[in-house]
């Protein structure tokens, strides 16, 4: 079960920030002057994100059939400690051209966005941990201790669903609070807010997934 919380509290965790979505949908929604314009975005936004997301989980499989789980655990490590502290010496944002952007187009500057982030990087400990503590075989079967495993399309499946779920349910909640009640003063500070709070959290995702 924690695992699963694991990934939903994560996914709650990127909703919240500015970064994966929910500032563009509100910047769009002030500038038709419309609420459905912050709803309609918030699709694309999420398809994105579980995109990038599910490629990353996916890489990760092809990595576990190849590379010994404690060795992928120390890359998984230096890889999150190292862009963790990229983005607090180079906290960048990839821009966008302009406002007038389509379903295809907020699509992929999501997926942009996300893996920009790291997002998909912050999962990987929780998938090592899984892999790495396989539970004794009880009557007809075995299950994975930890509830994920990267063996099971299905598993693999929902575990983006359960992420981006949360992603999109906070990211929801955050964009239409914030154009119904702040308004247009936020975007000029919400930017800030998270990056070195997202930096910092890349980083221990690294430690953890050594400790662990």
């Given at each position: 079960?924690?695992?699963?919380?694991?990934?939903?509290?994560?996914?709650?965790?990127?909703?919240?920030?500015?970064?994966?979505?929910?500032?563009?949908?509100?910047?769009?929604?002030?500038?038709?002057?419309?609420?459905?314009?912050?709803?309609?975005?918030?699709?694309?936004?999420?398809?994105?994100?579980?995109?990038?997301?599910?490629?990353?989980?996916?890489?990760?499989?092809?990595?576990?059939?190849?590379?010994?789980?404690?060795?992928?655990?120390?890359?998984?490590?230096?890889?999150?400690?190292?862009?963790?502290?990229?983005?607090?010496?180079?906290?960048r944002h990839p821009r966008w051209v302009g406002m007038r952007v389509g379903f295809r187009d907020l699509t992929w500057w999501s997926f942009l966005m996300a893996?920009?982030?790291?997002?998909?990087?912050?999962?990987?400990?929780?998938?090592?941990?899984?892999?790495?503590?396989?539970?004794?075989?009880?009557?007809?079967?075995?299950h994975n201790a930890a509830g994920l495993s990267l063996a099971s399309p299905l598993g693999y499946l929902a575990a983006v669903l359960?992420?981006?779920?949360?992603?999109?349910?906070?990211?929801?909640?955050?964009?239409?609070?914030?154009?119904?009640?702040?308004?247009?003063?936020?975007?000029?500070?919400?930017?800030?807010?998270?990056?070195?709070?997202?930096?910092?959290?890349?980083?221990?995702?690294?430690?953890?997934?050594?400790?662990?």
């Amino acid at each position: 079960m924690m695992p699963w919380l694991t990934l939903a509290l994560l996914g709650a965790y990127h909703g919240v920030n500015p970064g994966m979505g929910w500032l563009f949908a509100v910047a769009l929604g002030l500038q038709e002057k419309s609420s459905g314009a912050v709803r309609r975005a918030l699709v694309p936004i999420a398809l994105g994100h579980a995109a990038s997301i599910g490629l990353t989980v996916a890489l990760l499989g092809v990595g576990l059939a190849s590379v010994p789980a404690a060795a992928l655990r120390w890359l998984t490590a230096a890889a999150l400690v190292a862009f963790g502290v990229l983005k607090l010496v180079r906290p960048r944002h990839p821009r966008w051209v302009g406002m007038r952007v389509g379903f295809r187009d907020l699509t992929w500057w999501s997926f942009l966005m996300a893996t920009a982030h790291g997002a998909g990087l912050m999962l990987i400990p929780v998938f090592l941990l899984g892999e790495g503590n396989p539970a004794p075989c009880h009557g007809g079967g075995c299950h994975n201790a930890a509830g994920l495993s990267l063996a099971s399309p299905l598993g693999y499946l929902a575990a983006v669903l359960v992420h981006t779920a949360a992603m999109m349910a906070a990211a929801a909640a955050v964009a239409f609070v914030v154009y119904h009640k702040l308004g247009v003063a936020i975007l000029r500070t919400a930017w800030f807010n998270l990056d070195r709070a997202w930096a910092v959290a890349l980083i221990v995702a690294g430690v953890i997934a050594v400790l662990l």
